[in-house]
């Protein structure tokens, strides 16, 4: 009787003691181990962070729009601001981008940044159709991850963008 | 090794001459080499007759393969211009040579990659194709990209 009392008394203690010391342990480790990406992210949140959430959103919010008034562009103007090269090749056409077949273009994407990939997709409609490709944003996200900082902006955007 | 020389037709009926050993650079030709011996022309309907003349010079030019990288560099650097890079880089897709599409690309890439939206819209003859106000809209919705 008075073994049956004690024992599970004592079980009890120590069980809620060690159950509290492991609990404040786990607390102190993963704040430790968040510390750091913490102190990043509210460093950097307003530089790149910034830059890409609304960048990717802003292609999300491109496409529908985008691809209204495609293939409307067959005017044969030529721009010629751009010094001698231009005036040089006489094509008439669009544009270079839009006389390509799309793999160039695609391939051609995946070589740029992401500030290059927004001026492209501002240039006129159907260029942004072209860089708001899913598959130039997947390479560019595949080639930032390299870089453990950046991959760290970039898994935060696409939070952003996901919820 | 054959010197047997093949016969290429460029968009504009243009005929180009090639030995078939340095022809099988692309990958496209090889495997008509192989189906029907390629006998006759080879069309390329996608070509002009400017570009298939580089290409050829790129074919014609290579022959350490060791010294390939630094090559197909020095080639594409040599001719900087946008549109001719395009070209070429179509012409190397319609033919299969997958470092000379690479390369083409890559130098494009690296010479649209620091320019502002208006060098953007001049060097690749894009034309705008909204109205100011509906630029202006997006201007003002994503500032900080500008």
């Known amino acids: 009787m008075e073994i049956s009392f004690t024992f ?50 802003f292609s999300c919010n491109g496409i529908d729009r985008g691809c209204s008034d495609f293939m409307a562009v067959t005017g044969s103007r030529m721009m010629n601001g751009g010094g001698g090269e231009v ?14 077949v799309p793999e160039i273009t695609t391939h051609v994407l995946s070589y740029l940044d992401y500030p290059s990939l927004c001026s492209l997709s501002m ?27 950046q991959a760290l902006y970039v898994t935060c955007c696409s939070y952003d963008v996901l919820y | 090794m054959s010197k047997k020389t093949l016969t290429l037709m460029s968009k504009d009926k243009q005929l180009f001459n090639i030995e078939e050993h340095l022809a099988v650079q692309s990958v496209t030709i090889r495997n008509m080499v192989k189906e029907d011996g390629a006998s006759s022309v ?12 580089l290409v050829i010079e790129y074919l014609n030019r ?27 880089a179509q012409a190397a897709l319609d033919l299969d040579i997958k470092k ?46 500008f």
């Open chain 2, 42 to 53: 080879i069309p390329l309907p996608r070509v002009d007759s400017e570009t298939l003349a």
């Open chain 2, 62 to 88: 290579q022959q350490a393969p060791e010294e390939d990288e630094d090559y197909v560099k020095k080639f594409v650097d040599e001719r900087g211009e946008i549109p001719t890079l395009l070209e070429l």
């Open chain 1, 8 to 57: 599970p008394g004592n079980e009890g203690e120590f069980t809620s003691v060690s159950l509290f010391l492991a609990l404040m342990f786990t607390i102190l480790c993963s704040l430790l181990f968040l510390l750091p990406f913490l102190i990043l992210i509210f460093s950097q949140s307003n530089k790149i962070g910034k830059a890409c959430c609304n960048c990717v959103c």
């Open chain 1, 123 to 149: 240039t006129n409609s159907s260029m942004r159709r072209a860089a708001n490709d899913d598959n130039a944003w997947k390479l560019l996200y595949h080639k930032v991850t390299y870089c453990s900082f």
């Open chain 2, 100 to 145: 000379l599409m690479d390369a083409a690309c890559m130098k494009v890439a690296d010479l649209i990659k620091d320019f502002t939206l208006e060098e953007v819209r001049e060097a690749l003859r894009i034309e705008n194709d909204r109205t100011p106000e509906e630029e202006k809209a997006i201007r003002d919705e994503f500032q900080w990209a």
């Open chain 1, 87 to 100: 005036v040089v090749v006489e094509r008439v056409g669009a544009s270079m981008m839009e006389q390509l």
